[in-house]
Nanobody
């Protein structure tokens, strides 16, 4: 059983930056592709970014390309989401997810093997 714990959310002004972290425990981290999703109030959860187990390939939603960067440190069992140029429409609860198949993550599926509890990101205008 893998546990995922997100941190790093908060309140930031438009144009600012935040770095989210997701620490994994209870499993073999390199067995899993990792991803970030977000859910704004009143909207469905949506895919943000994903990274393969090795970190060699990343995927990003069009809405965040050029602004958000996903990375991972397998020695620390942690995945990150660096968010630059934040916009009010980025306001959401951000969730970390893990799955052995990266395409489950990139498809936006709710069927990922494991989920974190979420961290709130609020961008003020």
């Amino acid at each position: 059983q893998v546990q995922l714990v997100e941190s790093g959310g908060g309140l930031v002004q438009a144009g600012g930056s935040l770095r989210l972290s997701c620490a994994a425990s209870g499993g073999i981290f390199t067995h899993y592709a990792m991803g970030w999703f977000r859910q704004a109030a009143g909207k469905e959860r949506e895919f943000v970014a994903a990274i393969t187990w090795s970190g060699g390939t990343i995927y990003s939603a069009d809405s965040v390309k050029g602004r958000f960067t996903i990375s991972r440190d397998n020695a620390k069992n942690t995945v990150y989401l660096q968010m630059n140029g934040l916009k009010p429409e980025d306001t959401a609860v951000y969730y970390c997810a893990a799955d052995r198949n990266i395409y489950v993550i990139t498809s936006g599926s709710y069927e990922c093997d494991y989920w974190g509890q979420g961290t709130q990101v609020t961008v003020s205008s």
